[in-house]
């Protein structure tokens, strides 16, 4: 991007004239993730700042001297091999007669230029703050609630129960950013000149035109899967840029900082939105966590001391009910359920 791509981006002028707090968060992002920007980003911060400056109202009787002293100031003698010609009017010289102004247009033109170049501007927000202002939309979901919408892109999105995601209502800038925060499926419309990206938990996926899926719902980290397409990861660890191909996906534990990338079965991943619950080797804790987001509810356990799962099953459109009166009747232990609250007893 060039700076002119700055200075005619109304969200970026309006950030520069009013920053608040939503926008710098936002810009501080997409700095972290452009750094090559950032020389073009601050010329054209410069340039709009630079426009911006106080009226400065000389002392009373200021202007009246300086106009006064220039005025009776003898004019200047040149020093020439040959004499300038000069356009004469009558007897008079036009030069002569309009000397005088000519020097007073001449000295005011170059001090309004000096006084624009060197008058300290308003305005000290430092290179990291700079950041696009723009309205921003927010979209959520409760336990137990899936939502589906469209990006101002066309792109289209999959939100999964607990979840969040924020994105700018109009994507001006040279990427389009959304954060992210729990899961969600995305179906990335192609634009080769504004990349997509999506920042969750510090980690930045990037696509021009794919498929993919997202989810924050583990060790403080993030699963990046992808179905279709190519996308770059980028992670806070300070490590290289990992590129994956569809059926590869990247796991980065956000406790070890580490990275690890391995082949997924797509019918894993997809599952949630078609409405299937799918547990493969799921530990107690993973099979209570996934159905107190899906269903809403909150479950309580009683002497599951020393309880060790690795339960596989499939549950598809299913009650709440069904789902533990089948896990029940396997893994041996009652339930019960009390509106939002279920009690599991082993």
């Not at 969750?200 to 899926?213: E, K, M, P, Q, R």
């Not at 660890?237 to 070890?256: A, K, R």
């Not at 396997?330 to 009390?338: A, D, N, T, V, W």
């Amino acid at each position: 991007m060039t700076a002119k791509d700055f200075l005619t981006n109304h969200n970026f002028i309006k950030w520069v004239n009013h920053p608040d707090q939503e926008s710098d968060t936002y810009w501080k992002s997409w700095m972290a993730v452009n750094p090559e920007h950032l020389p073009q980003l601050k010329l054209a911060r410069e340039l709009l700042l630079r426009a911006r400056y106080e009226d400065f109202e000389p002392r009373l009787g200021a202007k009246q001297r300086i106009l006064e002293n220039i005025l009776n100031s003898p004019l200047p003698v040149p020093v020439q091999a040959k004499p300038i010609p000069r356009y004469t009017a009558g007897n008079k010289d036009i030069w002569q007669r309009a000397g005088q102004l000519t020097r007073v247009a001449a000295i005011l033109l170059v001090s309004i230029l000096l006084g624009w170049l060197t008058f300290p501007y308003k305005g000290t927000v430092s290179p990291e703050a700079l950041v696009v202002q723009t309205a921003s939309i927010a979209k959520s979901t409760g336990p137990g609630e899936k939502l589906q919408f469209t990006l101002p892109d066309g792109s289209s999105v999959w939100l999964n129960s607990a979840s969040e995601m924020s994105f700018p209502e109009r994507f001006d800038g040279g990427d389009r950013m959304v954060k992210l925060t729990g899961e969600a499926f995305f179906e990335v419309k192609k634009d080769s000149l504004r990349p997509f990206k999506v920042m969750t938990n510090g980690v930045v996926t990037t696509a021009l035109g794919t498929s993919f899926n997202v989810k924050t719902k583990f060790h403080d980290g993030v699963k990046v899967s992808l179905l279709t397409g190519k996308v770059k990861v980028k992670a806070p660890s300070g490590s290289e840029d990992v590129f994956l191909d569809p059926g590869q996906e990247l796991l980065y534990n956000g406790q070890q900082e580490n990275i690890t990338v391995r082949r997924f079965e797509p019918m894993e991943v997809t599952a949630w939105r078609e409405g299937r619950i799918l547990f493969k080797e799921a530990s107690l804790p993973e099979v209570v966590n996934y159905l107190e987001d899906w269903y809403g509810v909150k479950i309580h356990l009683q002497h599951a001391e020393g309880v060790d799962w690795e339960y596989s099953g499939e549950y598809k459109n299913q009650t709440l009910d069904n789902v533990l009166n089948s896990l029940s009747y396997i893994q041996k232990f009652k339930y019960s359920i009390q509106d939002k609250n279920v009690e599991i007893k082993f």
